[in-house]
T-cell receptor, first 115, second 112 residues
Framework: GENVEQHPSTLSVQEGDSAVIKCTYS??????FPWYKQELGKRPQLIID?????GEKKDQRIAVTLNKTAKHFSLHITETQPEDSAVYFC??????????????FGSGTRLQVQP | DADVTQTPRNRITKTGKRIMLECSQT?????MYWYRQDPGLGLRLIYY???????NKGEISDGYSVSRQAQAKFSLSLESAIPNQTALYFC???????????FGQGTRLTVV
């Protein structure tokens, strides 16, 4: 199937703690895995992405890891701050019935950082 | 700044009415998408287009149709709106294969 599964659906952490969100995908030929952040009432915006030729990528407090063999990838946020509170979506470039690839999104994780 | 613009931003319509949501972009991207967002279901792909003459169904295309009038314009139509099409609709664009998608501001549609 053309699936991206995302867990957990909600996550509450204390300020300063780490947060981890995990996704699995079905298409073993997928090569592109972005993560989006959606603040309340706003549009989703890219925060980090990774391609299949790399196992890990880091940008300040945010990192993404990819395990192509197991077909899963994860978002890690360290030293969380209240402004990290949002809904996070993982996505994968999945081949569809048309033979073309398009981004398929997970169901989202609502992260709440408690001050 | 180059952007993706959706109109209208909010719309309330009655069951059975035909409605069109419009999307235009000044990013010069070739690919355009329509997604639907429902609580707990993420962003689901309705239709996508890689070029003016290219239209592809996504995972939830039933009850919807699209038109790619120009490289910069991609409209979504609900032929006969029903209440379970009440949702937040996003248009997105990207350039080439396996690249970042840029989203419009969203259209909140309510079907009563």
């Amino acid at each position: 199937g053309e699936n991206v599964e995302q867990h957990p659906s909600t996550l509450s952490v204390q300020e300063g703690d780490s947060a981890v969100i995990k996704c699995t995908y079905s298409d073993s030929a997928s090569n592109y895995f972005p993560w989006y952040k959606q603040e309340l009432g706003k549009r989703p915006q890219l925060i980090i992405d990774i391609r299949s030729n790399v196992g890990e990528k880091k940008d300040q407090r945010i990192a993404v890891t990819l395990n192509k063999t197991a077909k899963h990838f994860s978002l890690h946020i360290t030293e969380t701050q209240p402004e990290d509170s949002a809904v996070y979506f993982c996505a994968a470039s999945i081949k569809r019935n048309t033979g073309r690839r398009a981004l398929t999104f997970g169901s989202g994780t609502r992260l709440q950082v408690q001050p | 700044d180059a952007d993706v613009t959706q109109t209208p931003r909010n719309r309330i319509t009655k069951t059975g009415k035909r409605i069109m949501l419009e999307c235009s972009q000044t990013k010069g991207h070739d690919r355009m998408y329509w997604y639907r967002q429902d609580p707990g279901l993420g962003l689901r792909l309705i239709y996508y287009s890689f070029d003016v003459k290219d239209i592809n169904k996504g995972e939830i295309s039933d009850g919807y149709s699209v038109s790619r009038q120009a490289q910069a314009k991609f409209s979504l139509s609900l032929e006969s709106a029903i209440p379970n099409q009440t949702a937040l609709y996003f248009c997105a664009t990207s350039w080439g294969r396996d690249s970042e998608a840029f989203f419009g501001q969203g259209t909140r549609l309510t079907v009563v």
